[in-house]
């Protein structure tokens, strides 16, 4: 069966930290792994999307890596700020010749405290 | 501007009643998706179509109903049959009809039951 796994499912840290959100994945055949963030009551927006061949991409202060042998993921966020609390959703698609599925996490919260 | 919108924001639904969710899009993507989202939980997928006159059931089909009669447009009915139907509702769309390309969500609708 597909799934998506993250972890930790909430987190708090202080304002200026680093921190890092896990994705684990058993989605085959793997097409790509997404970084989405949910803030409260509004839609994800993409963070990084990365394929197969992709191990590492960085937006801004958001870094993912993605390991296609042992099927995970992470998202690091440096010196975080108050405007990173959020919800963080990894997506992984599969892709089957014409069909596709969207599979997504259950999410990270993150609380960012002053 | 592109873009991909749903309405209302917020709804309010009687027990018993059916209720529509809207959802349009200008970004000329072949594949549309709902998913419905609870608290602490992961989005999970009601239905899918990847074409005109043409949607699958997602996970979680049971008491919602779909059509999509034009590329631009997906609404989401949620019938009386559904028992819990309170809920953050999310329509996506994407070009890549194998799922390869960037989703993109609308900013939601949230539904209570009342």
């Given at each position: 069966?597909?799934?998506?796994?993250?972890?930790?499912?909430?987190?708090?840290?202080?304002?200026?930290?680093?921190?890092?959100?896990?994705?684990?994945?058993?989605?085959?055949?793997?097409?790509?792994?997404?970084?989405?963030?949910?803030?409260?009551?509004?839609?994800?927006?993409?963070?990084?999307?990365?394929?197969?061949?992709?191990?590492?991409?960085?937006?801004?202060?958001?870094?993912?890596?993605?390991?296609?042998?042992?099927?995970?993921?992470?998202?690091?966020?440096?010196?975080?700020?108050?405007?990173?609390?959020?919800?963080?959703?990894?997506?992984?698609?599969?892709?089957?010749?014409?069909?596709?599925?969207?599979?997504?996490?259950?999410?990270?919260?993150?609380?960012?405290r002053p | 501007d592109g873009g991909i919108t749903q309405s209302p924001k917020y709804l309010f639904r009687k027990e018993g009643q059916n209720v529509t969710l809207s959802c349009e899009q200008n970004l000329n993507h072949d594949a549309m998706y709902w998913y419905r989202q609870d608290p602490g939980q992961g989005l999970r997928l009601i239905y899918y179509s990847q074409i005109v006159n043409d949607f699958q059931k997602g996970d979680i089909a049971e008491g919602y109903s779909v059509s999509r009669e034009k590329k631009e447009s997906f609404p989401l009915t949620v019938t009386s049959a559904q028992k819990n139907p309170t809920a953050f509702y999310l329509c996506a769309s994407s070009i890549d009809q194998a799922g390869r390309a960037e989703a993109f969500f609308g900013q939601g609708t949230r539904l209570t039951v009342v």
């Open positions: 069966k597909n799934q998506v796994e993250q972890s930790p499912q909430s987190l708090i840290i202080l304002e200026g930290k680093n921190c890092t959100l896990q994705c684990n994945y058993t989605v085959s055949p793997f097409s790509n792994l997404r970084w989405y963030k949910q803030d409260t009551g509004r839609g994800p927006v993409s963070l990084t999307i990365m394929t197969f061949s992709e191990n590492t991409k960085s937006n801004g202060r958001y870094t993912a890596t993605l390991d296609a042998d042992t099927k995970q993921s992470s998202l690091h966020i440096t010196a975080s700020q108050l405007s990173d609390s959020a919800s963080y959703i990894c997506v992984v698609s599969a892709s089957h010749s014409s069909a596709s599925k969207i599979i997504f996490g259950s999410g990270t919260r993150l609380s960012i | -």
